[in-house]
């Protein structure tokens, strides 16, 4: 198990590492991390007003999310087709672990440049509060290189978010794990017209350090299931002949576990950096 936590760990510094290569000539503000927090809404105030509530969001969003500069994207997210209907996720990505922090602090001095009046901050705070309640979970997620991005984020999309599991055998070569990720890649996501953007992602703190998950965006769950149903055909296309498809069915086999976690949600359209 020791042998398992320890390759498993070094796995994630060289991901890490091919993140940099990859892309630390492209940019200064590179998304390495990314925070996610769970909220639940307050069904206490009765029917909630989703247009109330979304005006108020837009409006901190617009005073102090966008004008953050350690804040690199902001989006939220509502279960579709899995978990509870009944929570909200909202995601933060940022250029390092530092900036984090920093990003806490800024929205404090935006705030107050936003609402100089304190009486008036306090109304509104307690105003954007008001929907949620107390209860809250966070995650913390490192960014990986294998991405594509979205060009478009003022509709509302459907969000596929797959979670697999590594392991990690004797003979194990973690430069094949990093291939195997961007090879899918290349060859079922990136030239793939159905798919708006992708991201993958890995835990940087706590929970399972073994999970490797891919967020897939498109603009309707019937593309969603156009997608599934393509699937096999594209592996064939991807690796022709029995013999290349079954040395790569052996490859995945070999370093992640034959299972996985399906969830889907709704991004929130206009209510996004």
Same mark, same amino acid.
């Given at each position: ?25 492209? @940019? ?15 069904? /206490? ?10 005006? %108020? ?10 004008? $953050? ?5 902001? @989006?939220?997210?509502? =279960?579709?087709?899995? #978990? $509870? ?15 984090? &922090? !920093?990003? +806490?602090?800024? $929205? ?5 440049? +936003?609402?100089? *009046? ?26 990986? =290189? ?9 509709? /509302? ?17 973690? /430069? ?13 996501? !990136?030239? *793939? ?14 929970? *399972? ?13 019937? /593309? ?5 149903? @393509?699937?096999?055909?594209? &592996? ?14 052996? %490859? ?5 576990? $034959? ?10 359209? #206009?209510? @996004?950096?």
């Amino acid at each position: 198990m020791k042998t398992i936590k320890h390759t498993l760990t070094a796995l994630s510094v060289l991901l890490m590492l091919f993140y940099s290569e990859t892309v630390l000539a492209q @940019s200064d503000q590179i998304p390495r991390y990314m925070t996610s927090t769970t909220l639940s809404w307050n069904q /206490d105030n009765g029917d909630l007003d989703m247009d109330e509530w979304k005006a %108020v969001e837009q409006e901190y969003l617009e005073k102090v999310t966008k004008k $953050n500069e350690y804040i690199l994207g902001s @989006s939220f997210y509502k =279960p579709q087709l899995s #978990g $509870n209907s009944g929570k909200l996720v909202v995601v933060r990505v940022y250029a390092s672990w530092v900036a984090i &922090e !920093k990003a +806490a602090e800024r $929205n404090q001095e935006l705030e107050k440049d +936003a609402w100089p *009046n304190e009486r008036h901050l306090k109304e509104f705070k307690k105003k954007q509060r008001s929907f949620y309640r107390h209860d809250h979970s966070d995650e913390i997620y490192s960014v990986l =290189p294998i991405m594509k991005p979205v060009q478009d984020w003022s509709k /509302d999309m459907v969000c596929y978010v797959r979670t697999q599991y590594l392991t990690f055998p004797e003979d194990g070569k973690e /430069d094949e794990v990093v291939g195997l990720l961007q090879e899918n890649y290349d060859k079922l996501v !990136k030239g *793939n017209a159905l798919i708006k953007g992708f991201f993958t992602y890995r835990h940087a703190w706590g929970a *399972n350090g073994s999970e490797i998950k891919n967020a897939y965006f498109l603009s309707s769950i019937s /593309d969603l299931e156009k997608l599934f149903e @393509s699937v096999p055909d594209l &592996e064939r296309k991807a690796w022709p002949g029995d013999h290349e498809l079954k040395k790569h069915t052996e %490859v995945v086999k070999k370093y992640f576990k $034959n299972i996985h976690e399906d969830n889907v949600y709704t991004f929130v359209g #206009g209510l @996004s950096k």
